[in-house]
């Protein structure tokens, strides 16, 4: 039976003790005739450069939203987030007036009733994209019609922390005359300065 180097991966002669071409002593093993498994240079780089190969290409699979689409999607979720809102701020608001009627004046009331409707406006935009994008959608609904969906770099799902990240982040995006926002059209990946900061990618489906 043909005998191999388990260094080299050369053919050895029968009952040689070193290699021909590596010079390496061979085993007593190895007279079983049955070739191991050759480790490339470098301690099995290659097999790690294949694996970084494969990860690369899975890379270049994803499909970046650009800015258009963004924009779009968030139009279509600011008029959903706009109509929730209000279907939930008009009721409380009444119950306010009727509540405070007796105690307060009607300006009193009024300015009462914009607060509440301020702070619950901006708890329920916050509930509306980091509950949405954290979510199996992976999008607010506005982004799912059109199939897009957020992710972090390997594009997998992202957590409620990171989601609120991305949101918050929006603000800084938009204190910097909206340049934040504008990087969408200009980066790689199609990155807003929200996105990263959160490490955070919108993707087609």
């Not at 005739?33 to 240079?41: E, M, N, S």
Request: charged share 15%; net charge positive; with cysteine.
């Amino acid at each position: 039976m043909e005998r191999f180097c388990t260094q080299c991966g050369a053919p050895v002669v029968e009952g040689a003790r070193f290699c021909g071409k590596c010079g390496a002593a061979l085993s007593v093993a190895e007279a079983s005739g049955t070739r191991g498994p050759v480790v490339p240079a470098g301690g099995g780089s290659g097999v790690m450069h294949h694996e970084a190969g494969s990860a690369g290409d899975a890379a270049t699979d994803l499909r970046y939203a650009g800015f258009w689409y963004r924009l779009l999607a968030w139009v279509i979720d600011y008029v959903l987030a706009l109509i929730v809102t209000l279907l939930i701020v008009l009721p409380i608001g009444f119950v306010y007036g009727l509540m405070m009627m007796g105690s307060a004046t009607g300006q009193e009331i009024e300015a009462g009733a914009e607060g509440l409707g301020q702070l619950l406006g901006i708890v329920i935009a916050w509930l509306y994209w980091t509950v949405f994008e954290s979510s199996g959608w992976q999008a607010t609904p506005g982004k799912r019609m059109l199939g897009l969906r957020v992710t972090d770099l390997d594009g997998s799902r992202i957590g409620f922390g990171r989601a609120n990240a991305r949101y918050w982040s929006k603000i800084l995006s938009a204190l910097i005359l909206f340049i934040g926002f504008l990087m969408v059209a200009f980066t790689r990946r199609k990155q807003g300065l929200h996105d990263l900061i959160a490490s955070t990618l919108v993707l087609r489906r």
